[in-house]
């Protein structure tokens, strides 16, 4: 039920709507604060040539002197959302444009399911296809996938962009990318090493580049750009949403995850989301079609689309430690293995020396031992470029005089101190096994 009243002070008709009764608004011609009063019952129809205002919030016309928009509770006069009496917001979630955006995506992908996934499922076997080749080719194969890979994507997005707009589409719109195949192979090259580059400062300067350019490939399937064109037009574009970008993902990420949940079929529902998101999105920002208040990011839509990054460096930070574990542990493994061939090379030795092993490391060196590279730790930056270096430069100690009579668990060769840093040596034994030790213990090896 709407309220008609006039000002206090300058007499402005003033319209509202019954549920705001008892707030405090503005008058929009001589700025009076006035209360919203109670309904007598008495209605006054507006002239028929009356003038008219639009709100800024939603872009409904009401008519002249109207204070609130009672579609989305915006002040039109100042743009600002108001309180109800119970001081609580209407600040209508379908108005934040990220999360209006994905609703409209939605709404086209349920409109259009059958094709929608159909063309999906034709995207992902090609796609899947194309990687299988370039796993199979070395090298080469990586290419191969690139040039096939790239002018699809560029097809998937003009089919989501015409499902926006509701114009016809058909396979071969999936397929239409390879009309611009120099451009979207370009784009994606550029792209790619932009973002690397980028994601090498902290990662977040990737992830805001890659916000920045994700409408490229709409730029060259809808106005033929070429590739450094659409970029830049991307970046233009997202000038002042690039927040809205990364929510938008980040809600997408969302929503994939319950498609998940149904036992992965809900994903040919919920993963083409996402690009049609950015069809829309895209498609909005051309036409100019974003209201005044869908133009200011809110609280909300920073959280989601810082959500991202933090989520990265997060990831990073709890990795990085473990893959540095990793990496280390497999230098000791390949450490161990220079050990066992050094054993081998003495135990070989033995076999033509009348059991004994060599006086020197030196001595296995190349007819024993023919590469030089076992003699050098992987942990370490050693280099050993001949055979008089082997003793002095290689990353072993050897203990001589023994022989395959001496005590099975006797020392015969062991990483130098620091090979691995203070965690510890590995150790090879005479009758060939290795073993990792710590530095506590190895004193007490090498006195036995």
């Known amino acids: 039920m709407e309220i008609q009243w006039k000002c206090d002070s300058c007499g402005q008709p003033l319209v509202m709507d019954s549920k705001y009764v008892g707030a405090k608004v503005e008058c929009p011609k001589c700025k009076t604060t006035l209360t919203v009063p109670e309904p007598t019952g008495a209605e006054v129809e ?99 996938s690139i040039l096939i890979g790239a002018p699809l994507w560029a097809g998937w997005s003009l089919f989501c962009l015409a499902k926006v707009r509701g114009q016809e589409t058909t396979v071969g719109t999936l397929f239409s990318g390879f009309n611009v195949f120099g451009a979207a192979v370009g784009a994606y090259f550029l792209m790619g090493i932009l973002i690397m580059f980028g994601s090498i400062f902290l990662i977040v300067p990737g992830i805001i580049l890659g916000a920045a350019f994700s409408l490229t490939f709409f730029f060259i399937v809808d106005q033929g750009h070429g590739p450094w064109q659409a970029m830049k037009a991307s970046y233009e574009l997202t000038r002042g949403y690039r927040w809205r970008v990364l929510a938008i993902s980040f809600l997408c990420s969302l929503i994939n995850i319950l498609g998940l949940l149904c036992l992965g079929i809900g994903m040919l529902v919920t993963a083409p989301i996402l690009v049609v998101a950015q069809a829309k999105l895209y498609d909005r920002l051309v036409r100019d079609d974003i209201t005044e208040y869908q ?154």
Not at 88 to 111: C, D, H, K, Y
Not at 121 to 135: E, F, N, P, Q
Not at 344 to 364: H, T
Not at 412 to 441: C, P
């Open 46 to 144: 507006p002239a028929a040539t009356a003038p008219t205002v639009a709100c800024p919030g939603c872009g409904r016309v009401w008519p002249s002197g109207t204070v609130i928009c009672t579609s989305c509770g915006t002040n039109i006069s100042t743009g600002e959302t108001i309180s109800t009496v119970s001081g609580e917001a209407e600040p209508g979630p379908n108005r934040i444009l990220s999360a209006n955006v994905i609703g409209q995506a939605w709404t086209v992908v349920i409109g259009a399911l059958g094709s929608v996934v159909g063309a999906f499922l034709v995207y992902m076997i090609v796609s899947i296809i194309a990687s299988a080749v370039g796993r199979m080719i070395p090298v080469v194969g990586i290419f191969i």
């Open 295 to 448: 133009r200011r990011t809110s609280v909300w839509e920073y959280v989601m689309g810082l959500s991202p990054a933090v989520l990265v460096i997060i990831l990073a930070a709890m990795l990085l430690p473990a893959l540095g574990m990793a990496r280390g542990m497999g230098k000791r493994v390949e450490c161990m293995s220079n050990l066992k061939q050094i054993v081998l090379s003495c135990k070989m030795y033995a076999m033509d020396y009348n059991e004994q092993f060599p006086p020197s490391l030196e001595n296995l060196y190349p007819d024993y031992a023919p590469s030089l590279e076992v003699f050098v730790c992987p942990s370490t930056g050693d280099k050993v470029t001949s055979k008089e270096e082997i003793n002095t430069q290689g990353s072993y100690l050897y203990v001589s005089g023994l022989s395959e009579a001496s005590d099975s668990a006797a020392v015969l060769i062991y990483d130098r101190e620091g090979n691995h840093g203070d965690d510890g040596r590995n150790v090879a034994f005479v009758d060939g096994h290795v073993d990792w030790v710590s530095e506590e213990e190895i004193d007490d090896l090498l006195k036995h």
